[in-house]
C-alpha cells in the first residue's frame, strides 16, 4: 500500500509558483521522502528528496513538516514543459530501498 | 553519460506467449529494480537485484514471471504464458547502490507490453 496521498490534480498558471501537498503519516523515523516526475510516455524524473530538513536545489524546494507527517513540492516559476504526473514517495529505509508509489498529482501548467 | 536503456520500446505478443524485457542500467550502478505500471496507476515495485542477486522478489505477482542478473549489470525480466493483465508498462531503475539509503534510483523508458 502506498504510504503517501497526494491530491489528483491541480492547475498552475504559467510563470506562477507551483506548491504540491503530500502526506505520509506513518513515515518512519529514518525513511526519505522523494519527489519524482513522470511526462507522458517516459519514466520517472528525479527531482529532490529529503529526510528531515528543507531541501532545494536547480529544479524545486521541499518543504517537510517537523513532524514529518507531510510535505511541500515547490516549483518556483512553473513552465509549460513543468506538465506532468507528480509522485511523492517514500522510500523504505531498509533492506530494498524500494519506492512506494501512489497515484501521484497531474499538474497541469496554463498558459 | 548514457542513462538506462530498456529494449524493445514496445512489444506485442499474444496470450500464452512467452517474452523477455531487457533492461541496460547506467554503468557502475550495482543496484537494479523492476517496477509495472498500468494505466492511470503509478508504478509498482516487482524485484530488486544487488549485484548479481535477486534481494527481494515481494513484488512478483507470480511464478509467471521471473528476472535474472547474471553479471550484475543487464538484466532481463522474463514473462511465461503471459496474460491479458500483464500489459503494462515495465520500468527499470538502477542506483550507484542499493544499501545507502540516499541514492535516488534513475529510470528507463520502460517498455510498454500488449497482451492480446
Known amino acids: 500500500d502506498a504510504k503517501t496521498t497526494q491530491p489528483t490534480s491541480m492547475d498552475c498558471a504559467e510563470g506562477r509558483a507551483a506548491n504540491l501537498p503530500c502526506n505520509h503519516s506513518?513515515?518512519?523515523?529514518?525513511?526519505?521522502v522523494y519527489w519524482y516526475r513522470q511526462i507522458h510516455s517516459q519514466g520517472p524524473q528525479y527531482i529532490i528528496h529529503?529526510?528531515?530538513n528543507n531541501e532545494t536545489n536547480e529544479m524545486a524546494s521541499l518543504i517537510i513538516t517537523e513532524d514529518r507527517k507531510s510535505s511541500t513540492l515547490i516549483l518556483p516559476h512553473a513552465t509549460l514543459r513543468d506538465t506532468a504526473v507528480y509522485y511523492c514517495?517514500?522510500?523504505?529505509?531498509?533492506?530494498?530501498?524500494?519506492?512506494?508509489f501512489g497515484t501521484g498529482t497531474r499538474l497541469k501548467v496554463l498558459a | 553519460g548514457a542513462g538506462v536503456s530498456q529494449t524493445p520500446s514496445n512489444k506485442v505478443t499474444e496470450k500464452g506467449k512467452y517474452v523477455e524485457l531487457r533492461c541496460d542500467p547506467i554503468?557502475?550502478?550495482?543496484?537494479l529494480y523492476w517496477y509495472r505500471q498500468s494505466l492511470g496507476q503509478g508504478p509498482e515495485f516487482l524485484i530488486y537485484?544487488?549485484?548479481?542477486?535477486?534481494?527481494?522478489d515481494s513484488g512478483l505477482p507470480n511464478d509467471r514471471f521471473f528476472a535474472v542478473r547474471p553479471e550484475g549489470s543487464v538484466s532481463t525480466l522474463k514473462i511465461q504464458r503471459t496474460e491479458r493483465g500483464d500489459s503494462a508498462v515495465y520500468l527499470c531503475?538502477?542506483?550507484?547502490?542499493?544499501?545507502?539509503?540516499?541514492?535516488?534510483?534513475?529510470f528507463g523508458p520502460g517498455t510498454r507490453l500488449t497482451v492480446t
Open positions: 531503475a538502477s542506483s550507484p547502490e542499493g544499501g545507502a539509503s540516499s541514492y535516488e534510483q534513475y
Open positions: 506513518t513515515i518512519s523515523g529514518n525513511e526519505y
Open positions: 529529503g529526510l528531515k
Open positions: 514517495i517514500v522510500r523504505v529505509a531498509t533492506g530494498t530501498y524500494k519506492y512506494i
Open positions: 554503468s557502475g550502478h550495482t543496484a
Open positions: 537485484f544487488q549485484g548479481t542477486g535477486a534481494a527481494d
